[in-house]
């Protein structure tokens, strides 16, 4: 969860190349009670010759009472290139500084570059072995968004993030009717989809030896149903878009509401 800055813009700003970057905000809200403010920018470099360098990046922080006693505050990035993906991830959880930075070749194993958490060590070579081909988290957004809207919805996804595998089924469940239930809310039609995250975490305690790591060393959880809703936005200075305008994350009870603030 995640606060607004505007790092996209000021890089934009700093840079000679060819950049686009568009900004949205998000309030997520556990009933009336707020829990986070997060941002996304996309953006897009030219590079040298035709290749094009896009980025996505989700920036924000934990607020209200629950910002007093579960601090989080961070920013996740990933940049494509043609012979790859770098992504990124860097925050402070209750005032421990965590990063991890993971190169995602083309249908290859992810590779693991760095890795801080005060939770877990960072996976093996072997155990990424086991994993195989993936994606990460925001390259599954940059997915759900493609042209036509829904086109990105339906299908079958790896996603790794550093510390979890998750294995997605994405269903188009049709175009709904989003109303503005807060005044600042985005509101429109938008198509559903629903996500079924069966979801593996390494075990907490491997012993690191080429036996172990070969057996199977994650753990499954249960299954669990996140929603978005897609709709066309009209960006600030991109026009019409296809963005995420409202989310819903199972929570300890009942569910987590994300929603679009209106541009």
């Given amino acids: 969860m995640f606060k607004t800055m505007p790092w996209g813009l000021i890089l934009c700003l700093m840079s000679s190349a060819a950049c686009h970057a568009q900004s949205l905000d998000y309030h997520f809200h556990w009933g009336y009670i707020p829990l986070a403010d997060l941002s996304m920018t996309l953006q897009t470099r030219q590079l040298a010759g035709d290749a094009t360098e896009r980025e996505i990046r989700f920036e924000g922080s934990t607020i209200g009472a629950v910002g007093k006693f579960l601090e989080y505050d961070g920013l996740a990035r990933s940049v494509a290139r043609p012979n790859g993906l770098m992504y990124s991830m860097s925050g402070t959880d209750n005032g421990f500084d965590e990063h991890r930075q993971i190169y995602f070749p083309t249908n290859a194993a992810p590779q693991v570059i760095s890795f801080r958490d005060d939770e877990t060590q960072a996976p093996s070579q072997q155990q990424l072995l086991q994993v195989g081909p993936a994606i990460d988290p925001l390259a599954l957004i940059q997915s759900l ?104 994350i199972p929570g300890p009870i009942g569910r987590v509401k994300g929603r679009l603030v209106a541009p």
């Fill in 145 to 248: 968004m493609a042209s036509p809207l829904g086109s990105g919805c339906n299908g079958e996804f790896r996603v790794f993030d550093g510390k979890r595998l998750m294995q997605i089924s994405a269903q188009a469940m049709g175009m709904e009717a989003i109303e503005a239930d807060r005044s600042w809310a985005w509101a429109g039609q938008a198509l559903r989809c629903d996500m079924q995250i069966s979801s593996f975490e390494m075990a907490t305690e491997v012993t690191h030896t080429e036996a172990a790591d070969l057996k199977a060393a994650w753990l499954q959880r249960n299954p669990e149903v996140r929603t978005i809703w897609l709709a066309e936005v009209n960006v600030p200075g991109a026009g019409p878009q296809i963005r995420p305008v409202r989310f819903s």
